[in-house]
């Protein structure tokens, strides 16, 4: 197995890790169990109260349940409307980190060249990870001020406990950084590497195939081109035949 086929099947298992994780987190956006609350000591009169980001609702034993919706948007406070924008913005660049994540995979063959589809499948993995940091954000978020105030013994209002959506949730966001690390490490190595766009460096020396020497190479920054000397017949060069014409032509004078 070379290493192309571990890089496809490491990219095959980070995405499904993130589509998993994607899917969990979409899960708990319509789950009411948030938030739960058990208010009753007599088994037939005991009540549930559960809520969410959207609505809270009610239950007692008989199996009957009951929920509203949040009625006035303005008079909500700030930490729910940032719970809100953390969710949906972790469900939409998920999203859009799997469309590009498909389009960049080694074994889908829907993009160019093999460092495009790396820089495509990078793209991907930056974008798993802003939808798994939302993601985690949120839960955390709202599961410190749950506890925060169920541990705050000045705190006089009906106390909460956490729900299954926020550990639903926890496991998501994890799969979603989890996966886009993984696809970010690959894809970096081979579509940001310095190397990539480089051009290739040229020898430093060279050898002639006539005298089989070795020759430095000039700068490359200079305007004056020099190369080996030239060779006649019997392998002596155009200096050494000026100094022998020179010499001749004093014999003689």
């Not at 005991?46 to 809270?56: A, H, K, V």
């Not at 939409?92 to 495009?116: D, H, Q, R, W, Y």
């Not at 013994?153 to 909460?160: I, L, M, P, T």
Request: with cysteine.
């Amino acid at each position: 197995m070379n290493y192309r086929e571990v890089v496809m099947y490491m990219e095959i298992g980070s995405f499904v890790s993130c589509l998993c994780g994607w899917v969990l987190v979409c899960s708990t956006l319509p789950t009411e169990y948030w938030t739960f609350s058990e208010v009753g000591s007599i088994v037939l009169t005991t009540g549930n109260y559960y809520s969410n980001l959207w609505r809270d609702c009610v239950s007692d034993t008989t199996g009957v349940s009951d929920c509203k919706d949040y009625p006035s948007m303005l008079a909500l406070p700030a930490f729910l409307h940032a719970c809100r924008a953390l969710a949906i913005c972790s469900v939409i660049t998920g999203f859009f980190g799997g469309v590009l994540t498909l389009v960049g995979m080694k074994c889908t063959k829907i993009g160019g060249s093999e460092i495009a589809n790396a820089r495509v499948t990078f793209a991907g993995g930056v974008t798993y990870l802003v939808s798994g940091l939302c993601g985690m954000v949120t839960y955390s978020w709202w599961s410190n001020k749950v506890i925060s105030e169920f541990l705050d013994v000045n705190f006089r209002a009906q106390k909460f406990e956490l729900g299954a959506a926020v550990f639903i949730g926890w496991a998501g966001a994890a799969l979603l950084l989890s996966g886009g690390s993984v696809l970010t490490y690959f894809s970096a190595k081979e579509g940001l590497s310095k190397t990539s766009g480089a051009r290739p460096q040229r020898p430093a020396t060279y050898a002639t195939g006539r005298t089989g020497r070795t020759y430095m190479r000039p700068d490359t920054s200079s305007r004056v081109t020099r190369g080996p000397p030239l060779l006649y017949e019997g392998g002596r060069s155009r200096e050494a035949m000026k100094s022998r014409l020179t010499f001749d032509m004093d014999s003689f004078v």
